[in-house]
């Protein structure tokens, strides 16, 4: 369901994209081409001066919260997944090719390219550099911790490509099964 915010501003989504009848999306949102919105999907830019901007080839998953608050913006660059659960909030802006993985939180940071934020961590207030892993729980809210953070690995790389093309054939299956309706 797509819903203005009350500065009626109203969710911009390409037609190349699909979402979820039971996604919501409210106020200033931008949705870019190829985009994979789940079922129950949240994203929300009602706060005044709020936006929230995911570019191509993302995928936001079942139960996936996005919000920004008053004056800020969630950046979800190209070829981003954020998996099942995770939140996401603004400001915050994550660059192109990352993972969320599920439960985890994002908070207020900048994270660069080709990083992974594994299941049920929590990254706040810091800025992360490209090709890093958060993993599995972990907790980066002190900008000293990202130098200690291992970098992507192989397997990494290609378990987070191979859920980028999983979820852009959904998005073609899900448009065909439309068309055939």
């Known amino acids: ?3 203005p915010n009350p500065q009626n501003q ?13 996604a919501i999306i409210v106020g200033d949102v931008t949705i870019g081409d190829n985009v994979y919105v789940a ?3 949240i994203i929300r830019a009602d706060e005044r001066g709020s936006s929230v901007k995911i570019g191509d080839n993302c995928n936001v998953q079942d139960n996936v919260i996005i919000h920004a608050l008053s ?3 969630v950046i979800i660059e ?5 998996a099942h659960g995770c939140i996401v ?12 993985g599920f439960g ?15 299941h049920n961590a929590t990254v706040r207030a810091v800025e992360i550099p490209s090709e890093k892993v958060v993993s599995d729980g972990q907790v980066v809210t002190k900008q000293d911790d990202v130098g ?8 990494l790389a290609k378990f987070k490509s191979s859920v980028i093309n999983a979820n852009v054939e959904l998005v073609d299956g899900y448009k065909n099964l439309a068309q055939e309706a």
């Not at 109203?10 to 039971?22: D, L, N």
């Not at 909030?89 to 969320?100: D, E, W």
């Not at 200690?148 to 690995?153: E, G, K, N, Q, S």
Request: aromatic letters at 6%.
């Open 1 to 3: 369901m797509l819903y």
């Open 10 to 22: 109203h969710p911009k989504i390409s037609e190349k994209a699909w979402v979820s009848e039971t």
């Open 39 to 41: 079922h129950n999907a």
């Open 71 to 73: 004056n800020s913006e």
């Open 78 to 82: 190209s070829d981003t997944s954020l």
């Open 89 to 100: 909030h603004g400001p915050c802006t994550l660059g192109q090719r990352c993972f969320v």
């Open 104 to 118: 985890a939180v994002v908070f207020d940071c900048n994270i660069g390219d080709d990083v992974l934020v594994l």
């Open 148 to 155: 200690a953070l291992d970098v992507i690995t192989p397997d």
